[in-house]
């Protein structure tokens, strides 16, 4: 996993005495390899040692992220890769932390869980750090309470209809966090519409009812949030791409928007300042 950060002492004073060298880990004297916890570095070649055989951190768009050798990017004066202090899938959709993130292991900085009928968030601050959110009588989870939560990686427009069901409101924070981890540096997503606290149908939203569509606005290609009724002329290709394929990895699949071809949706009018994400209707309901 990835995370921005901004370069540590050690790696700016990678000459000092210090046995802890590269971004803060500890280097072996006789190779001169930097102990990563799954993995060795040479910080002389900027590069692994082994391969990540994990692809979870492969982005299509981005070329770099291919080369399962190397480190951060190739940019580690603006990421760095830390391995350990992470959850991990436990048992019973439960998460456990762990202070080494093996190889073959899927680790998350933060992630979130239906619980019985609470939504539940593995924060990224220590083992302690988990947080409960209980849905309403309905089975609806209100996004403005999601988006309190420090590693929420979405905010909601004032006065926006703001309540998924369970499954789909656990489902877009692992997906707004999945796209942040993707493109580090970008605003908080916005959410403009998502559904009524009872689920019902939600005019003149076709596919807003049981709680299972949530829209968005674009971003442009620094990550800012775009408003008006040309903003996804303005949107950025492989950033909006990057949230659509996260949102489709998560179970969305009935996504519009007002570029199919190149965002990977459907097309649907009205779609010109804001992304829709959304599941389809289970047929029994």
């Known amino acids: 996993m990835i995370r921005?950060?901004?370069p540590s002492a050690s790696l700016v004073a990678a000459g000092s005495g210090s046995a802890y060298k590269f971004t803060g880990k500890e280097r072996d004297?006789?190779?001169?390899?930097?102990?990563f916890g799954a993995r060795y570095a040479s910080s002389s070649l900027?590069?692994?040692?082994?391969?990540d055989l994990?692809?979870?951190?492969?982005?299509?768009?981005?070329?770099?992220?291919?080369?399962?050798f190397t480190y951060t990017l190739n940019n580690p004066l603006r990421y760095i890769d830390p391995n350990g202090e992470l959850w991990i899938a436990a048992?019973?959709?439960t998460y456990t932390w762990v202070d080494k993130c093996d190889e073959r292991q899927t680790c998350y900085e933060s992630v979130s869980a239906v619980q019985g009928n609470n939504l539940v968030i593995y924060g990224s601050k220590n083992v302690k750090d988990i947080t409960i959110i209980g849905a309403n009588d309905e089975g609806y989870i209100d996004l403005n309470e999601l988006a309190k939560h420090h590693d929420a990686a979405f905010t909601v427009k004032e006065g926006a209809a703001s309540f998924l069901n369970l499954?789909?409101?656990s489902d877009f924070y692992n997906t707004a966090a999945q796209y942040k981890q993707e493109n580090p540096g970008s605003d908080k997503l916005v959410v403009t519409a998502a559904g009524k606290p009872d689920g019902a149908s939600y005019p003149p939203h076709k596919t807003h009812d049981l709680g299972r569509s949530v829209d968005l606005r674009y971003q442009d290609e620094?990550?800012?949030?775009?408003?008006?009724?040309?903003?996804?002329?303005?949107?950025?290709?492989?950033?909006t791409r990057s949230l659509v394929d996260a949102a489709k990895a998560h179970g969305f699949h009935q996504n519009y928007s007002a570029r199919p071809k190149e965002f990977g949706t459907r097309y649907a009018p009205g779609h010109q300042n804001h992304l829709h994400l959304g599941k389809i209707r289970p047929p029994n309901k």
């Open 4 to 6: 921005a950060e901004k």
């Open 29 to 35: 004297l006789e190779s001169e390899l930097d102990y």
């Open 46 to 51: 900027g590069r692994f040692l082994s391969a």
């Open 54 to 68: 994990s692809m979870e951190s492969v982005v299509l768009r981005n070329p770099q992220s291919w080369n399962r």
């Open 91 to 93: 048992e019973n959709n």
């Open 167 to 169: 499954r789909t409101a």
């Open 222 to 239: 620094k990550g800012r949030n775009l408003q008006g009724n040309t903003a996804a002329d303005r949107a950025d290709v492989g950033r």
